[in-house]
């Protein structure tokens, strides 16, 4: 099976701006959850989608938004960007088995300058 | 890396030795452990879970011991190896389980020759 993947690897905007992130999870897997990763926050939990809805947040501004497909695809959208949302964007997929563990992407490293 | 800014513990060992990575966790009512490696520029990659109701689950080359009094874990990898050398992570997943994973600052394990 391939792993869950994520386009663009790399990015980089200007304050101000927005942008979109795509992950699409491993094949079956109908749970979808975004991270942000920062030197000064670690990781950090954005929010998680499960068929189509949004089902848990983290506590991130509402600049922090995200959406799920029919697919299991799904997108995350930041508005507004300043240079502190600079951070590595993990995708994380998992199924609905028992075995709750998550599998994570490659990320999006998202540099705003 | 993205860890560098959170000063990480480091853990350096020779190759061949056994390496302990200890966790700290936070909330008494987690009944989920996972540990993650996460090597420069990838994602995290699962590497062992455990339940609460368990106290030490074994793995290929890796054991992971939970202790609920204290609320500590640890992850034991025998006969480190140059490709152990990777940040790792424990996160803790609350009791109803779901996808918001808390993680810890985790460890940078550095591997001699």
């Not at chain 1, 991270?35 to 983290?58: C, V």
Request: glycine share 10%.
């Amino acid at each position: 099976k391939a792993g869950v993947t994520q386009t663009p690897r790399y990015l980089i905007k200007t304050r101000g701006q927005q942008v979109t992130l795509s992950c699409s999870p491993i094949s079956g897997h109908r749970s979808v959850s975004w991270y942000q990763q920062t030197p000064g926050q670690g990781l950090q939990f954005l929010f998680e989608y499960f068929s189509e809805t949004q089902r848990n947040k983290g506590n991130f501004p509402g600049r922090f938004s995200g959406r799920q497909f029919s697919n299991s695809r799904s997108e995350m959208n930041v508005s507004t960007l300043e240079l502190g949302d600079s951070a590595l964007y993990l995708c994380a997929s998992r199924s609905q088995g028992a075995q709750e563990t998550q599998y994570f992407g490659p990320g999006t490293r998202l540099l705003v300058l | 890396g993205e860890n560098v800014g959170l000063h990480l513990p480091t853990l350096s060992v020779q190759e061949g030795d056994n390496s302990i990575i200890n966790c700290a966790y936070s909330n008494s009512a987690s009944d989920y452990f996972i540990w993650y490696k996460q090597e420069s520029g990838k994602g995290p990659q699962f590497i062992i879970d455990i339940r609460s109701n368990m106290d030490k689950r074994q793995g290929q080359r890796v054991t992971v011991l939970l202790n609920k009094t204290v609320k500590h874990l640890s992850l034991q990898i025998a006969a480190t190896q140059p490709g152990d050398s990777a940040v790792y992570f424990c996160a803790e997943v609350p009791t109803g389980g779901g996808n918001k994973l808390t993680f810890g600052t985790g460890t940078q394990l550095k591997v001699e020759l």
